[in-house]
C-alpha cells in the first residue's frame, strides 16, 4: 500500500471515530469506550489492526440488545392524561356520552334499551376504555370481543335463569329475590364461556321488582333486549368514544414524564 495510500487510510478512520465519539454515549452504546483513541493510535502501515480492535460482535450484540430493552420499556411505558384529576374528567365524559348516545339510540329505535343497572356496566366500561387508551389499545378488537362475548353471556344466562324462576315460584317478593342473586351468581360461576359481571345481579333485581310490583308475565325476551344487546352497546360506545376523543386530549403529564425519565 502506498504511503498517500495510507495516510488517506489514517485520516478517514479520524474522522470517523470523531463521528462516533459525538453520535453515541461514551462508555455505553455498543461498548465504544475508547474506540476513539484505539483507531487513531493505531499504525498507518497496519490498517488491519484497526478491525482487529474493534469491539467483538457479541459484545455489540449484548449491548444493542440492552439498548433496544430500555427504548422498548420507553415506548410501552403507560400514558395518562395529564394527571388523577384530568383522567377522572375524560373518563366521566366517556361515560356522559355513552349515556348520551344509549339515550339518543333508544329515541331513534322507539324501543327501551337504557335501565338504571346500565349506569354500572356504563362506569364500568368508560374506566375500562381509558385503562385501554393508556395502553394505546383502545380499539383492540379480539379483547372488544372477548369481554363483550363474556358480560353477554353472564348478563343472558343470569336474566334467563331470573325469568325462567320468577315463572315457577310465583310473585313472593322475599323468595324471587333470593332466587335471583343466587341464579345470577351461580351461573355466572359454573359456565366457563362466562364472566363474572356483578351488574347482572343488578338486572336480575330489577326484572324481579318489576315482575313483584306489576304481576306482569315474565317474559324470557328480556335477557337479550335489553339486557345482553345493551351491554355489548355500551362496552361499544365506551370504547369508540374514547377512541375519537383521546387524540386531542392532553396525554401526557409531567408526573408521567418525571417517571419515563428515571427509567433506567
Known amino acids: 500500500m502506498s504511503k498517500t495510500q495510507s495516510s488517506r487510510l489514517r485520516r478517514l478512520a479520524a474522522v470517523l471515530a470523531t463521528m462516533l465519539s459525538c453520535l453515541l454515549p461514551p462508555g455505553r452504546a455498543f ?9 487513531v493510535a493505531s499504525s498507518p502501515s497496519s490498517p488491519v489492526s484497526i478491525l482487529n480492535q474493534s469491539p467483538s460482535f457479541s459484545d455489540n450484540k449484548a449491548n444493542f440488545a440492552g439498548l433496544t430493552a430500555r427504548s422498548a420499556g420507553k415506548t410501552t411505558a ?28 333508544q329515541s331513534f329505535l322507539h324501543r327501551q334499551l337504557w335501565v338504571p343497572p346500565f349506569g354500572a356496566v356504563t362506569l364500568i ?23 363483550a362475548l363474556q358480560a353477554c353471556i353472564g348478563v343472558a344466562g343470569a336474566c334467563f335463569l331470573t325469568v325462567l324462576l320468577a ?22 360461576m359454573a359456565n366457563p364461556s362466562s364472566g ?34 345493551g351491554v355489548a352497546l355500551l362496552l361499544i360506545l365506551c370504547r369508540t368514544i374514547t377512541f375519537v376523543a383521546h387524540p386531542v386530549w392532553p396525554f ?11 427509567q433506567p
Open 31 to 39: 461498548g465504544m469506550r475508547g474506540t476513539k483513541a484505539t483507531l
Open 78 to 105: 403507560p400514558r395518562d392524561f395529564g394527571g388523577k384529576h384530568s383522567e377522572a374528567l375524560f373518563t366521566a365524559l366517556v361515560a356522559g356520552l355513552a349515556t348520551y348516545a344509549m339515550s339518543t339510540l
Open 125 to 147: 366500561f368508560a374506566a375500562d376504555a381509558v385503562a385501554a387508551a393508556k395502553e394505546g389499545k383502545t380499539m383492540n378488537f379480539k379483547v372488544m370481543r372477548q369481554k
Open 167 to 188: 315463572r315457577l315460584l310465583g310473585n313472593s317478593p322475599g323468595i324471587l329475590r333470593a332466587v335471583a342473586m343466587a341464579v345470577a351468581a351461580f351461573s355466572m
Open 196 to 229: 363474572y359481571f356483578p351488574p347482572a345481579g343488578a338486572l336480575c333485581a330489577l326484572y324481579v321488582e318489576k315482575a313483584v310490583a306489576t304481576s306482569v308475565s315474565p317474559q324470557y325476551g328480556y335477557a337479550l333486549f335489553p339486557c345482553a344487546t
Open 252 to 262: 401526557s403529564s409531567k408526573q408521567c414524564e418525571k417517571e419515563l425519565m428515571a
